[in-house]
């Protein structure tokens, strides 16, 4: 639940509050991994003398929010979940507004399908159906930074990283 909107819909879900812990202003692109998946069949498809060797960014320009943009969306999913700001919020020196315009450029006839509105609602409905709880969304489930930390202080994992005989 590292992504930005899964976090604060799953916030919403578990605590009845959008938290933000900045300021709202940075930037964050968002696409659905469906839509990825899509646009990775579209590549597949393409003639490869055409896309050999290039890189693309795959997404949407409109898909480009602040985060307190996104915050309103899900208060519009759930309205009876304020959003706030953390008292120590601050402008978050990651912002990544991204440009897809080369992808958009060479495949015109791709339509992104899914939005941030469409996201939430699906996420929402999920986090209902799974039963997903406060401390299941701060626990180490879902959580990557916590999974790794427990992971080495049991000794799963060495110092680099790598599996040990002790998992």
Not at 56 to 70: A, M, P, T, V, W
């Amino acid at each position: 639940l590292d992504i930005v909107l899964n976090n604060l819909v799953a916030w919403a879900h578990t605590t009845g509050a959008i938290k933000l812990l900045s300021d709202g202003m940075s930037w964050r692109p968002l696409v659905h991994i469906r839509d990825i998946a899509g646009a990775a069949l579209a590549l597949l498809d393409a003639p490869a003398g055409e896309i050999a060797g290039e890189a693309f960014n795959i997404g949407s320009s409109e898909q480009n929010y602040r985060i307190r943009e996104l915050a309103e969306i899900v208060h519009r999913r759930l309205p009876e979940c304020e959003v706030t700001f953390a008292s120590d919020a601050s402008p978050d020196p990651r912002s990544y507004r991204v440009d897809f315009s080369k992808f958009a450029s060479r495949f015109p006839d791709y339509t992104f399908e899914w939005t941030a509105e469409r996201g939430t609602e699906e996420l929402a409905d999920a986090y209902v159906r799974a039963g997903l709880t406060r401390a299941d969304f701060e626990g180490d489930r879902y959580i990557r930074l916590g999974r790794l930390k427990r992971l080495l202080e049991t000794d799963a994992l060495d110092d680099q990283l790598r599996w040990t005989s002790a998992q």
